[in-house]
């Protein structure tokens, strides 16, 4: 039995290339192979077989690709759905999407169904519960980060070496689980489709571990479908695209969880003149001050002369 620690400390998550914006990729691959280790390990379902259903048409834009849902039949015969949505971090829309895709899902297929968030970086403010005055909706969150990478690698778990990176101790132990996956007895389109995997998802934690583990492994990786995403052209294009991007919603996502960890709540006004704001140098000045200012209407007087 797995068991996740909840004090390990919020760290920096370093700005992610270009490639990560395409990570939903990696973790369909990763669900394709993966899942009944995923939903064993995490989850804790014992089942006869799964099934990776496709998704339905996109009547909203809450439909993503890093949804996915996944029908379970035990040994009776029993089905159920379990709705797994994969996110590389957290925002406050989340559980309101997944409500959506539940919901949409049970009208299509009725029974019943487990929803759950994997949370691939820290947050805040993440949670496992959404309430109005209307409803109230709990799903179950795994903090991926807080997993004991040592552990996978002590256990040998092979279809979790590609989330070692991600996990507690992980950039350390990145080379150990590299090591494993590419000696290990997979056969050699798996090897390279998780090798790729782990590569492209390193690049949510560190900014050069994705070069080092491309360049050690690029001969076999080469053989991934998902290979094209990680081409050493586009690797150099998206390390210098991706930068100031993940920089900047790294320093917008840091400011409104130092506002919420001190207001409790941040009005949605706030919120979206934080998220549309580009300048990093701004956003720096900004972090600063959500530490120090007394009040939020005081930061929301500052915010609004920044931007006007």
């Not at 090897?191 to 590569?199: E, G, N, Q, R, S």
Request: some cysteine; glycine content about 4%.
């Amino acid at each position: 039995e797995w068991k996740y620690e909840t004090t390990s400390p919020i760290h920096p998550i370093h700005p992610p290339f270009k490639l990560i914006m395409h990570y939903d990729i990696a973790t369909k691959i990763l669900l394709e192979k993966c899942r009944e280790e995923i939903l064993k390990r995490f989850l804790g379902l014992s089942f006869r077989e799964s099934i990776l259903l496709e998704e339905l048409p996109q009547e909203t834009l809450s439909v993503k690709r890093s949804d996915f849902v996944v029908l379970v039949k035990d040994e009776t015969g029993s089905e159920r759905l379990v709705l797994i949505e994969i996110q590389s971090r957290w925002d406050r829309q989340i559980p309101l999407r997944l409500l959506d895709y539940r919901s949409r899902y049970l009208l299509k297929y009725g029974g019943e169904a487990i929803s759950c968030v994997l949370l691939l970086t820290p947050s805040h403010t993440s949670t496992s519960s959404y309430q109005d005055n209307e409803v109230t909706f709990r799903f179950r969150l795994v903090p991926i980060f807080e997993l004991d990478g040592k552990a996978v690698i002590d256990e040998g778990v092979i279809c979790l070496l590609p989330l070692v990176p991600l996990m507690r101790g992980g950039e350390e132990l990145a080379d150990r689980a590299d090591a494993l996956l590419y000696e290990s007895g997979l056969p050699r389109r798996d090897k390279a489709d998780m090798l790729t995997v782990m590569t492209v998802l390193s690049g949510l934690v560190s900014k050069d571990l994705p070069r080092v583990l491309l360049s050690r492994r690029r001969d076999i990786m080469i053989e991934s479908a998902a290979y094209d995403l990680i081409k050493q052209e586009g690797l150099q294009e998206g390390l210098q695209q991706g930068l100031q991007q993940g920089l900047q919603q790294g320093l917008q996502q840091s400011i409104l969880d130092i506002l919420d960890a001190r207001f409790e709540s941040v009005p949605q006004p706030v919120i979206d003149m934080v998220e549309k704001h580009e300048d990093l140098q701004t956003l720096k000045d900004l972090l600063k001050k959500s530490a120090t200012i007394d009040s939020i209407n005081q930061f929301e007087e500052i915010l609004r002369k920044v931007i006007h």
